[in-house]
């Protein structure tokens, strides 16, 4: 029973989150400041689309060097 | 985003989706037993069912701002693995999505496994890898159909872009029962990664009260401006895998 809940775990940790798990850190991270900057009322548009271009190349980067 | 736009997404990336599981049935049936795999295509899409009877209505009820957020942000990790896979694959880092040689590794694997039949299956091997082929390829599917449609309150249109792919893509399975592997699919997987996190971004933002300059127009650049920037990183490490492959 233990075995399948942990498989059933594994499978819809696998299906959302992926292989690198700091991509949806980053991703929540990054939501997480772009709320709070809104609620300041200053522009936050501009805070995902940074977040994506870091994530991307520190994903990237990551991958590189473990080759 | 228009409905042309809608169809498009929705079907590029549920398409991709659909030739991977379309190699896993067709390498069950062509390896083991057709009647056993086919029963697993069936089985899966039985389950497939359920779970968009059980998952439609609930996303649907979420309100906008939530479903923006959560969805948004779900699509945005996906798109962020499938534009690092799909970069690193580009530029030689990662090797090229290559069905013939999936296609060929599952055929191995299923012509070493036991022959079993069991609860009125012929060949249960087979009945469990093309149902795990569904599954698992449908419900990304169901979920990028569900997502895209809820959010762009259309999920009609997504739904037929999400079935009008699989169809085609199954057909032209079945007609040349061989492996899909004419398909683009490094290159359709690269502009899915491109649009899954365009999308994810700009709704994701919207759900944590972002307010994008132009509203829905902001697609129109930010969806190619990820291309540009994917296509640059694409470059720049081609040019640091050469190097490295000069290098002594």
Request: with cysteine.
């Amino acid at each position: 029973m233990i075995a399948r809940l942990r498989a059933f775990g594994h499978f819809w940790y696998d299906f959302i989150v992926g292989d690198d798990w700091r991509v949806a850190v980053g991703v929540v991270c990054a939501l997480g400041i772009t709320y709070g900057v809104a609620r300041t009322g200053v522009p936050a548009w501009w805070v995902m689309p940074a977040a994506v271009v870091l994530l991307v190349t520190g994903a990237i980067w990551t991958a590189v060097r473990r080759g | 985003m228009t409905a042309a736009a809608l169809f498009l997404a929705v079907f590029l990336a549920c398409a991709v989706e659909a030739v991977e599981a379309t190699t896993i049935v067709l390498a069950a049936g062509t390896s083991r037993d057709w009647r056993s795999a086919l029963q697993g295509t069936g089985a899966g899409l039985v389950v497939l069912a359920i779970v968009i009877a059980a998952l439609g209505p609930a996303v649907s009820a979420i309100p906008l701002g939530g479903l923006r957020l959560v969805v948004g942000a779900i699509l945005l990790v996906f798109g962020l693995q499938w534009l690092r896979k799909a970069i690193l694959r580009a530029s030689g880092y990662k090797a090229l999505h290559d069905e013939d040689e999936i296609f060929r590794a599952e055929v191995a694997r299923a012509q070493d496994a036991a022959a079993d039949g069991r609860a009125g299956v012929a060949d249960w091997y087979a009945f469990t890898l093309s149902f795990k082929g569904v599954v698992l390829e449908g419900l990304e599917v169901a979920f990028i159909a569900l997502t895209f449609g809820s959010n762009q309150h259309d999920v009609p249109l997504a739904a037929v872009a999400a079935v009008a792919a699989v169809v085609v893509v199954a057909g032209v399975g079945i007609a040349v029962r061989a492996p899909l592997a004419r398909v683009p699919e490094n290159a359709m997987k690269f502009v899915v990664g491109v649009m899954l996190t365009g999308f994810g971004m700009f709704w994701s933002a919207e759900g944590a009260h972002a307010h994008w300059p132009g509203s829905d127009a902001a697609l129109l650049w930010l969806v190619p401006a990820i291309g540009v920037f994917a296509l640059a990183l694409v470059a720049m490490l081609r040019r640091l895998h050469d190097r490295v492959e000069v290098a002594p």
